[in-house]
């Protein structure tokens, strides 16, 4: 918890991850992951796979990241590269679901994972999601969880556990939580997402 308290207290580049994380040092790692852990989730839940089954291909990216971080040429192909090799691990997840179903199943060749491409519309929608995702990371440490709080979590917190957490009034919530929608729509459309 102290190394990715660490690594949340300063804005961090790709390439400064993949140079500290090259270098050996674990506050970029786990920055590294906490920056794209939900970019990696979010392709096998895409495909429909159980959250035990897109756990594993979590699990194997983050090992194949790990191993293929020092050959990475440029830094700022991670977040694609990370698309794309999770597009195949859960590729080959499915083949691998299939043969064990129907072992006398011939498998097609399109059935094969290497060389494919992550689809067109679900590279588009993976793209905003972390675009959406590394701007909330952007806001000062009160709007981000206070967006997390209203957002993202199922069901939304009410105003008043929001208030207690954030050390609020609750009367000051919803001008809080404007004032934070506006730094959260300039960091986007600086991003070009709007």
């Given at each position: 918890?102290?190394?990715?308290?660490?690594?949340?207290?300063?804005?961090?580049?790709?390439?400064?991850?993949?140079?500290?994380?090259?270098?050996?040092?674990?506050?970029?790692?786990?920055?590294?992951?906490?920056?794209?852990?939900?970019?990696?989730?979010?392709?096998?839940?895409?495909?429909?796979?159980?959250?035990?089954?897109?756990?594993?291909?979590?699990?194997?990216?983050?090992?194949?990241?790990?191993?293929?971080?020092?050959?990475?040429?440029?830094?700022?192909?991670?977040?694609?590269?990370?698309?794309?090799?999770?597009?195949?691990?859960?590729?080959?997840?499915?083949?691998?679901?299939?043969?064990?179903?129907?072992?006398g199943l011939d498998l097609k060749p399109d059935a094969e994972a290497d060389g494919r491409e992550l689809p067109e519309e679900m590279l588009?929608?993976?793209?905003?999601?972390?675009?959406?995702?590394?701007?909330?990371?952007?806001?000062?440490?009160?709007?981000?969880?206070?967006?997390?709080?209203?957002?993202?979590?199922?069901?939304?917190?009410?105003?008043?556990?929001?208030?207690?957490?954030?050390?609020?009034?609750?009367?000051?919530?919803?001008?809080?939580?404007?004032?934070?929608?506006?730094?959260?729509?300039?960091?986007?459309?600086?991003?070009?997402?709007?």
């Amino acid at each position: 918890m102290k190394l990715l308290s660490a690594a949340r207290e300063r804005p961090w580049t790709d390439e400064q991850l993949v140079r500290e994380c090259r270098d050996g040092s674990q506050v970029a790692w786990s920055a590294l992951i906490d920056k794209y852990k939900n970019l990696i989730f979010s392709i096998p839940i895409k495909f429909g796979l159980p959250r035990e089954d897109a756990a594993d291909i979590f699990q194997t990216v983050c090992a194949e990241l790990l191993v293929g971080l020092p050959q990475l040429r440029e830094p700022k192909a991670l977040p694609k590269w990370l698309m794309q090799t999770t597009y195949h691990q859960c590729l080959r997840w499915k083949k691998s679901k299939i043969t064990t179903a129907d072992a006398g199943l011939d498998l097609k060749p399109d059935a094969e994972a290497d060389g494919r491409e992550l689809p067109e519309e679900m590279l588009y929608q993976v793209e905003r999601e972390q675009s959406v995702r590394e701007a909330i990371t952007g806001l000062s440490p009160r709007c981000r969880r206070m967006v997390e709080m209203l957002f993202f979590e199922d069901p939304p917190r009410p105003y008043l556990e929001v208030a207690r957490e954030l050390k609020l009034a609750v009367g000051s919530i919803g001008f809080i939580r404007g004032m934070c929608l506006k730094k959260l729509r300039v960091r986007l459309e600086a991003k070009r997402f709007i």
